[in-house]
């Protein structure tokens, strides 16, 4: 049985996102891309609407929703703004995500409330400057002594972990060595504030340019040892899960910005006229218009599968592979058409899509790059074996 | 304090829309429906007036509308409206202003109220009627295309603004008493994710013509449609182009006299 209808509160969603999408991030987006500046006003706007701590239960302070229903959040802040969407995206997969999945009940309490609320964010340190997709190669160390864990070590390329109200970092750390000589890796929760910890937020960047970024120092961070999240020597697999739910996430962005940029493109092209004729009337266009919007609805609809096979607590990481890879690569093909369409003005700051086309390619690099995608789903398919 | 607000089901403002074969209605395949824009100014602010007045008011939704309004009355218990009416009956089909506001009338009085808000008019045809009728039946008074809303400290009255030409009217009505809303008078707040959530177990009671009351569609047929036409499309705009402009000017000419033979 197949059913495509969404839920009634899933459209609702859809539609309240959207307004507020449109009213609150449109007008401020090419500003704060252009000032390559992270907005804590639009951070608790959306903290608010009840962005953060989407599929948290309600006693941690979260809205309870399902995976689907994010992923609509997600694709409508994208569908607007690549470097809004992220900072949720981000938020709640890798910052409040890793806490509820893998927290006790005591760090589930200390922390989700806040982080639900958008009083503080969470970021998830994995990737280090030697370590990106070999993410085993974790070279963070992190060594118990009286009751104490002393963490030495960096990370780079940190979302959300340099903004004012930055609180804790999940840190893959290091913990010990196995047999054959394999790290053993566990996660430990670092709240900013604690001393030996510097964030430095990173500058440049071409996409995202409104998500915070930071690179992490760590010398000499002594935390307690029940910080350490989930049992010593899980944090591989806390990372791996992390990452399929994260995936959903990313996809999500990938659809979303590829609406966008249709949209934009469609529009531009119906009012645009050359030849005495609008643009969209070749066929050439037209053609384009038509291929993106096939790509586009073959993507959401396999998005919504691998997230409804998350919710339906059935194995779901091959599906939000293939969702992450396919929706980042669908995004790619659209935004370029998409500036195309739009000629000469689609260079320009001022006709959004150029933003578009720049923040669709972190969606081919980050949590797990491309070719890391087609590995998963190539292992899946057994030909490693 | 018992705050009613009427919520009608329209087509989204940039929605395209084309009337049917028949003349009958418009083509609503495809056309997304949202909350009439008006209607939402009074939403929130039966939204504020409870917060204003605390205690036990209670914010009630009325929707006449088909099934697939419900969305809508949901949206609108996310934004924060405690529960609703939602009269719906096939029988119904699109009833002019006054058998609507029979229906209301007898919906909003089994209810009770202190206070109704609704839009100052439907986006959709446009009559701004229903809320003057249902005044008249409900014998209270009514004040339209109210822009600044403020409450007694006793609940008693209201002192509003009325949005007319080139100013603003100031008006004080007793309560009980309807306003329609104008826009700028508020800023609509939007359904959160946890107001979404909470909306979910909020009671909707859906009523029929014969749950009110009702052996068929009352009022008679006052007005009637008879059809729906399209604008008629606006004559085709030629540039009359030329080197020089002396030119351009005799060919103007030439082409009024002898194709459009107005001159
Ligand atoms: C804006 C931004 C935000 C980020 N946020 C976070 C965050 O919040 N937390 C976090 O931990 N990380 C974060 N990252 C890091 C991100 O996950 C990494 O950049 C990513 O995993 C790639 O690692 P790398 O940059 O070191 O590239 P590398 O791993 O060095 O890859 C370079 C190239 O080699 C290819 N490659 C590598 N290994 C293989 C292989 N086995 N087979 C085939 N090809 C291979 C890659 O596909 C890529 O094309 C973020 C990155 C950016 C840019
Ligand atoms: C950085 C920069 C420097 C430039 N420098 C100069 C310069 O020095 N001098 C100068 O004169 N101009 C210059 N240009 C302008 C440039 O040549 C135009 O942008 C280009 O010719 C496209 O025109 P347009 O931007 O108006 O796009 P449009 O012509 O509006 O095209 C929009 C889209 O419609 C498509 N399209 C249009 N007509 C048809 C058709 N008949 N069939 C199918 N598809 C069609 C196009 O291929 C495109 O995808 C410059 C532009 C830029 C961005």
Redesign the pocket.
């Known amino acids: 049985m197949i059913n495509y209808d969404l839920a009634e509160e899933q459209q609702i969603l859809r539609n309240s996102i959207r307004e507020f999408a449109e009213n609150e991030v449109r007008p401020v987006a090419e500003e704060l891309d252009e000032k390559e500046e992270f907005s804590l006003e639009l951070t608790k706007k959306m903290a608010g609407m009840g962005l953060f701590g989407m599929f948290i239960p309600e006693e941690y302070g979260g809205s309870g929703m399902d995976y689907i229903s994010y992923v609509i959040a997600i694709e409508e802040l994208a569908r607007v703004d690549g470097s809004t969407a992220a900072t949720a995206a981000a938020g709640n997969s890798l910052g409040i995500g890793p806490i509820y999945y893998f927290g006790n009940e005591q760090q589930k309490r200390e922390w989700l409330p806040g982080l639900c609320s958008g009083e503080t964010l969470a970021s998830f340190g994995l990737t280090e400057p030697n370590a990106g997709s070999d993410a085993g190669a974790t070279q963070t160390a992190a060594d118990l002594k009286n009751g104490e864990w002393v963490i030495n070590g960096s990370k780079i390329f940190i979302t959300n972990s340099a903004t004012p109200i930055s609180a804790i970092i999940i840190v893959q750390c290091r913990t010990g060595t196995l047999d054959k000589g394999k790290s053993e890796l566990s996660c430990i929760l670092v709240p900013n504030e604690t001393e030996g910890v510097t964030a430095k937020e990173m500058h440049g960047k071409m996409m995202w340019r409104s998500s915070n970024t930071g690179e992490l120092y760590f010398e000499d961070v002594c935390v307690p040892e029940k910080n350490l999240l989930g049992k010593r020597g899980g944090g591989f697999k806390q990372m791996l899960s992390t990452l399929d739910r994260g995936r959903l996430s990313i996809a999500a962005m990938g659809l979303g910005g590829a609406q966008g940029a249709f949209e934009l493109a469609l529009k531009y ?1 119906k009012e ?1 006229k ?2 005495n004729r609008t ?1 969209c009337s ?1 066929q ?2 037209a053609f384009k218009l038509a291929d993106m919007a096939t790509e586009i609805e073959a993507a959401r609809n396999l998005l919504y599968k691998a997230a409804w096979l998350c919710d339906q607590g059935r194995p779901f990481g091959r599906e939000a592979a293939m969702a992450k890879l396919y929706c980042s690569e669908v995004m790619r093909r659209v935004v370029n058409e998409a500036v ?6 689609g ?2 700051r001022e006709y959004q899509v150029e933003r578009f086309f720049r923040d669709q390619k972190l969606l081919d690099i980050g949590e797990g790059t491309s070719e890391i995608q087609r590995i998963v789903i190539a292992r899946e398919l057994g030909c490693f074996e | 304090m018992k705050i009613l607000v009427l919520l009608k089901r329209v087509p989204d403002t940039e929605a395209r829309i084309l009337i049917n074969q028949e003349g009958t209605g418009i083509n609503e395949q495809g056309v997304k429906f949202v909350i009439n824009t008006y209607d939402e100014y009074g939403i929130e602010q039966g939204l504020r007036i409870r917060e204003q007045v605390g205690g036990d008011s209670k914010v009630t939704v009325v929707c006449m509308g088909p099934g697939e309004a419900t969305e809508l009355i949901r949206t609108a218990l996310a934004m924060g409206a405690d529960d609703a009416v939602h009269i719906c009956d096939p029988a119904l089909g699109k009833p002019d202003p006054f058998t609507s506001a029979i229906i209301l009338a007898k919906a909003i009085t089994d209810e009770g109220f202190d206070i109704i808000f609704c839009g100052k008019q439907a986006i959709d045809d446009d009559m701004a009627q229903v809320q003057s009728i249902l005044a008249e039946m409900l014998d209270i008074p009514q004040v339209n295309v109210v822009a600044v809303f403020e409450l007694s400290d006793d609940g008693t009255k209201a002192t509003v603004r009325r949005r007319i030409e080139g100013g603003d009217e100031k008006v004080e009505a007793r309560l009980p008493a309807i306003f329609s809303c104008e826009k700028g008078l508020n800023e609509p707040r939007y359904a959160s994710l946890p107001g979404i959530m909470k909306a979910k177990k909020k009671e909707i009671r859906t009523k029929t013509l014969a749950d009110l009351g009702f052996g068929e569609v009352p009022g008679g047929t006052r007005s009637r449609v008879l059809k729906w036409l399209p604008l008629p499309k606006g004559a085709e705009c030629r540039m009359v182009e030329a080197e020089e402009m002396k030119d351009a000017v005799a060919e103007l000419a030439r082409l009024l006299r002898e194709e459009a033979k107005v001159i």
């Open positions: 092209s645009r050359q030849f643009i070749f050439v266009n195309q369409i739009h000629g000469g003005y260079l320009m």
